[in-house]
């Protein structure tokens, strides 16, 4: 991802307690049809994916959405980055200026 934006968050409360939960939206488009999109969070080096999109159209912008649940994260600081790839195909995977992102990341309670 252009950048690799990234940022620090807290966890308060201990593993069984509470989970994050990683929304994201995202627009991005592929050079060639076929090639499989992924969209993902960081967190210390772990990848968790949110978003997979295999488009069958090249060259036109797709606005995605997913959720993912991150769990077994102890109470802490935690560095984080939005990541993408290429999970398959030979298309570049591309953003221009013209897309954007959004994520968001809760801790929420797993009672």
């Known amino acids: 991802m252009p950048g690799n934006p990234g940022f ?3 966890k308060e409360y201990n593993t069984g307690d509470t989970e994050f939960v990683v929304r994201c939206n995202y ?6 049809a076929g ?3 992924r ?3 960081r967190i210390n080096g772990v990848d968790t994916e949110v978003i997979q999109f295999l ?3 090249a060259n036109v912008r797709f606005p995605l959405c997913g959720e993912a649940e991150v769990t077994g994260l102890a109470a802490g600081t935690y560095t984080c980055e939005l ?3 290429r999970a398959s195909g ?3 995977v591309t953003v221009t200026t013209s897309d954007s992102f959004s994520l968001a990341i809760e ?3 797993t009672t």
């Open 55 to 57: 488009p069958s159209t």
């Open 8 to 10: 620090l968050l807290d």
């Open 107 to 109: 801790e929420v309670t």
């Open 83 to 85: 990541v993408w790839r």
């Open 35 to 37: 090639t499989d999109m």
């Open 39 to 41: 969209v993902g969070i």
């Open 90 to 92: 030979t298309g570049t």
């Open 27 to 32: 627009a991005m488009f592929t050079t060639i």
